[in-house]
């Protein structure tokens, strides 16, 4: 069939699907070849093809039929020469839709090029640190009524954000097939509207993002002072609110502390369940350990790991996953490239860098934990607004070790001790240098706390 042949034909679908829908839809596709059994569709926008095979596609393939008796499939692509494609790393999806259309799975819009096919639930091991983010992000991936809107998940480097957001997006593929789930990370986010903006393809923009049923932001920090950026994702915050769609993000800090974003972006954040991946812990690091050494001896079978080498990586290595899955690699790499079993020995030799870069950070988190525990206070009161003397000491003291022992600024350690003021803190470290000369008591407590912190 030439391409004017189905220009003629598709005046049929003119007084089938009606002149609104025509010119909308129909008119800006056309057709770019028949195969076998495929009829191939050129679409302006993925969005626009996704509309078409989910509405259209038993209207189309009538007509089709009519001359071309063999076509049993549509298949609808964005050319490669098309201007708006989306961005690169973003998925660009061929919408196919089999003779028999309205079946969800062939339909459905899953945006999953980038998604990562190790992030899956069964590969996230589960522990105290992240119990609650997991738990959360399992029950959005159940695809039920959407219950906290938006998840805010947050956390520090590499404590496993993006790997819970693909995990959610995999399983809403196997329970829901019929959402269109969209995953994508803030700079993508920018990228598409600021390319919009420029060819002047606002309307594509606006009606993709707001015919998705799940979004998913993930690095949502990175749009913090961009102004325009901000304002477009609130307005497709709001919209799909309104519309009772999933939204799920992801931060490097919780919605209230990254600087540069509106408070009404803010506000809109925090309204829904915002749960935080802690730094790991050394169970957890071991767990996740275990678990990656089964995965690389799927490629080195006849690598052993000497036992005490996973648990000295557990207590050696940072809280940062990233960090630790990478040492592991390497290990196996090299034991497999010199023919030795991975021990101890190995273990030093091939990791010394990663093993002194890693020596241990201590966080303000900790220092106020084990302070309010050898003053036998509770952390409430540790962080509170109380002024008594029993309190005020070991918040002082926490104060001191936090300056001397982390690289905290002053105002940081301030906002971590209930948002007092940089000047409170340093009255606090002065105090206490005061007190370390003068009270034997306090020098013994101040060096009790320093081992323990630092062992
Ligand atoms: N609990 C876990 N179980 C198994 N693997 C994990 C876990 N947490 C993190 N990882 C792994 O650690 C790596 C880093 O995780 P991820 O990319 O999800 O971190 P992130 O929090 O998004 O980091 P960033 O802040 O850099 O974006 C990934 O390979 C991920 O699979």
């Not at 220092?367 to 050898?374: D, K, T, Y």
Request: hydrophobic share 40%.
């Amino acid at each position: 069939m030439t391409r004017d042949e189905w220009a003629v034909l598709r005046t049929q679908l003119e007084k089938t699907l009606g002149q609104n829908n025509f010119s909308t839809w129909i008119k800006p596709m056309t057709l770019d070849c028949i195969n076998d059994d495929i009829a191939t569709f050129h679409v302006p926008t993925n969005f626009i093809g996704n509309y078409v095979s989910q509405n259209f596609s038993d209207a189309i393939l009538h007509i089709l039929k009519s001359e071309e008796p063999s076509v049993r499939r549509l298949s609808f692509s964005v050319p490669a020469n098309v201007k708006d494609r989306p961005a690169p790393s973003t998925a660009a999806v061929t919408s196919s839709a089999p003779a028999t259309a309205a079946k969800p799975e062939a339909s459905s819009f899953v945006q999953t090029a980038s998604l990562d096919k190790r992030f899956t639930f069964e590969r996230f091991v589960v522990g105290k640190p992240n119990e609650l983010a997991h738990a959360a992000a399992k029950r959005v991936g159940e695809g039920g009524p959407v219950t906290f809107n938006p998840l805010f998940l947050y956390g520090g480097v590499g404590l496993g954000k993006t790997h819970l957001m693909h995990a959610i997006a995999w399983d809403l593929q196997t329970n829901r097939p019929d959402l269109n789930v969209m995953y994508l990370s803030a700079e993508q986010f920018m990228y598409r509207f600021v390319q919009s903006l420029r060819e002047r393809k606002m309307m594509d923009f606006k009606e993709i993002f707001r015919s998705v049923d799940v979004l998913m932001v993930d690095d949502v920090q990175f749009i913090a002072g961009k102004d325009s950026t901000q304002e477009e994702f609130f307005h497709t915050f709001n919209a799909l609110v309104d519309q009772n769609k999933q939204i799920i993000i992801s931060a490097d800090r919780a919605p209230g502390e990254i600087t540069g974003l509106e408070e009404r972006v803010k506000s809109r954040l925090q309204c829904g369940l915002v749960v935080d991946l802690h730094p790991t812990d050394y169970e957890l690091r071991l767990g996740i350990l275990q678990s990656k050494v089964e995965m690389q001896q799927l490629n080195y079978p006849d690598l052993e790991v000497a036992s005490g080498v996973l648990e000295f990586l557990a207590h050696r290595i940072s809280t940062n996953v990233r960090v630790l899955e990478g040492a592991l690699t390497r290990l196996f790499a090299f034991a497999s490239l010199v023919g030795r079993e991975i021990n101890m020995e190995l273990t030093q030799d091939c990791l010394a860098d990663v093993l002194r870069a890693s020596e241990r950070k201590i966080t303000v988190e900790e220092i106020q934990r084990r302070v309010s525990e050898h003053y036998n206070i509770r952390m409430s009161d540790m962080i509170g607004p109380k002024r008594l003397r029993s309190y005020a000491r070991p918040r002082q003291v926490a104060m001191y070790l936090s300056k001397h022992l982390t690289s905290r600024s002053l105002p940081e350690i301030g906002r971590r001790f209930g948002g007092r003021d940089h000047t409170t803190v340093m009255h606090g470290v002065k105090r206490i240098e005061e007190l370390k000369v003068a009270d034997g008591q306090i020098a013994e407590d101040l060096e009790l706390l320093r081992r323990a912190l630092e062992a």
